[in-house]
């Protein structure tokens, strides 16, 4: 059984929350919502409510102790919800990986907290969870995107067409892919 990490970055906590932390997340959604639509796919119509949000992280948390997912949030000093990086997905066995997704709050862009939330988050999936290899992939007109993997050290392996369905439309995405170097 896995337990429940609490990481710690030099400006923000990480940690999966519970059921009783729904109203941070719904904020920071409700918050972010014409900033993240481009990026994401469509969300019902319940998505922005608490009842959605309390039966999301019930299954985020059983599947972090389920060792099939680590949804975290990045809480800055206040406690307030800035940034999410969600693996998912997660195998072991002969594959030990998992696939990696991101957002960060819009009035956060810029100042280098999500390379600094992803490599505490990515270095405890490699050296606590054993994974071997964290694959994301991002559309290739996010540039920003782009140049964060490339700086996280996220090598591109190719263009999947009309990968993901992302806001109502079928797009393209560049699959990149990091290993873990150490034994």
């Given at each position: 059984?896995?337990?429940?990490p609490h990481?710690v970055?030099?400006?923000?906590r990480?940690t999966?929350?519970t059921p009783?932390h729904?109203?941070?997340?719904?904020d920071?959604?409700?918050?972010?919502r014409s900033?993240?639509?481009?990026?994401?796919?469509?969300r019902?119509?319940n998505?922005?409510?608490l009842?959605?949000?309390?039966?999301?992280?019930?299954d985020?948390?059983?599947q972090?102790?389920a060792?099939?997912?680590?949804?975290?949030?990045?809480?800055?000093e206040?406690?307030?919800?800035i940034?999410?990086?969600?693996?998912?997905?997660?195998?072991?066995?002969?594959?030990?990986?998992c696939?990696?997704?991101?957002s960060i709050?819009a009035t956060r862009?810029?100042?280098?907290?999500?390379?600094?939330?992803?490599?505490?988050?990515?270095?405890?999936?490699?050296q606590e969870?054993g994974?071997?290899?964290?694959?994301a992939?991002?559309?290739?007109?996010?540039e920003?995107?782009g140049?964060?993997l490339?700086r996280?050290?996220?090598?591109?392996?190719?263009?999947?067409?009309?990968y993901?369905?992302?806001?109502g439309?079928?797009?393209?995405h560049?699959l990149?892919s990091k290993?873990c170097?150490?034994?």
């Amino acid at each position: 059984m896995n337990q429940i990490p609490h990481l710690v970055t030099a400006r923000t906590r990480l940690t999966v929350l519970t059921p009783d932390h729904a109203d941070l997340i719904l904020d920071y959604y409700q918050r972010n919502r014409s900033h993240l639509e481009p990026w994401e796919p469509q969300r019902p119509a319940n998505f922005y409510t608490l009842p959605f949000w309390h039966q999301r992280l019930r299954d985020s948390y059983q599947q972090c102790f389920a060792g099939t997912a680590l949804n975290l949030a990045a809480l800055d000093e206040s406690g307030r919800m800035i940034a999410s990086c969600n693996f998912t997905n997660i195998i072991l066995g002969v594959f030990q990986a998992c696939h990696l997704g991101y957002s960060i709050d819009a009035t956060r862009q810029g100042e280098g907290l999500m390379q600094e939330i992803l490599t505490c988050a990515i270095d405890h999936l490699f050296q606590e969870r054993g994974l071997h290899r964290i694959m994301a992939c991002y559309m290739p007109r996010n540039e920003r995107s782009g140049r964060l993997l490339t700086r996280l050290g996220f090598e591109q392996e190719g263009r999947a067409r009309d990968y993901l369905m992302i806001n109502g439309r079928w797009e393209d995405h560049i699959l990149t892919s990091k290993l873990c170097t150490t034994p």
